[in-house]
């Protein structure tokens, strides 16, 4: 399957950073460009499929180049999303009346820039294989580990913890556990997704515990997840 291309535009590397660790496992061809000046270059050459860029940079702000993109008869049909500030009733003005096919706000949640990745691009929400398994969890608020619990269930993308331990949704977790058959643990950052509190469970098939969403896995810590949920499942 073709890979879609996807063009990000930010003068500040690290949002770049950022977007590009969240959009990594989709599959897609990702570019770069530091301003609307150099993104209207990049877009003739290489014809992204949806652009994704910053309202504030130098040379040209995110809005003029939406204006141009969007009055070029050869990439007016490009999907175009600003990024305007969190609470910026102003800027999110701006990228309105700029003609943008959608809205973001910064700091970047990951899964507001999948969504809308998601969205434009007609990408599936790929079912992430998921396996029954019991692992001793070290985990706990920030970069704190004094909790463990042990997983129910563990995917590439996440786990559910079995626990009577209350934390709020969003709350970010640093976590580490042993892999079977691995020799070094796998140590992430995550956030609690959800939270199936025992006195009304959102899913009652399933005991008081915490939904964690990996949000930094490594790459080999990746593979040794992949490797593992590969033999769990007999494949």
Not at 14 to 31: D, I
Not at 166 to 195: I, Y
Request: with cysteine.
């Amino acid at each position: 399957m073709k890979r879609k291309k996807v063009l990000l535009v930010d003068d500040v590397r690290l949002f770049l950073e950022m977007a590009k660790s969240f959009l990594n496992r989709e599959n897609l061809q990702l570019t770069v460009a530091a301003n609307g000046r150099e993104a209207l270059k990049v877009m003739r050459a290489v014809r992204p499929d949806l652009v994704i860029m910053d309202l504030q940079m130098p040379e040209m702000d995110g809005a003029a180049a939406c204006r141009e993109i969007k009055t070029d008869p050869l990439l007016g049909n490009v999907p175009v999303v600003l990024a305007a500030g969190r609470g910026r009733a102003d800027e999110e003005q701006r990228c309105r009346a700029a003609g943008c096919d959608a809205l973001l706000h910064k700091p970047f949640r990951r899964e507001d820039l999948l969504a809308t990745a998601r969205r434009f691009l007609a990408i599936t929400d790929r079912a992430t294989p998921r396996v029954e398994t019991r692992l001793l969890v070290r985990y706990g608020p920030g970069e704190t580990r004094r909790l463990h619990d042990y997983t129910l269930n563990l995917s590439v993308g996440g786990l559910f913890l079995e626990t009577e331990q209350v934390l709020p949704v969003e709350a970010p977790l640093s976590l580490e556990f042993l892999v079977p058959g691995a020799d070094q643990p796998v140590s992430c950052q995550g956030r609690v997704a959800w939270v199936n509190a025992a006195g009304s469970r959102i899913k009652p098939n399933l005991p008081a515990g915490l939904g964690v969403q990996f949000s930094d896995l490594s790459s080999g810590d990746q593979d040794q997840l992949r490797e593992f949920i590969r033999r769990e499942c007999g494949a």
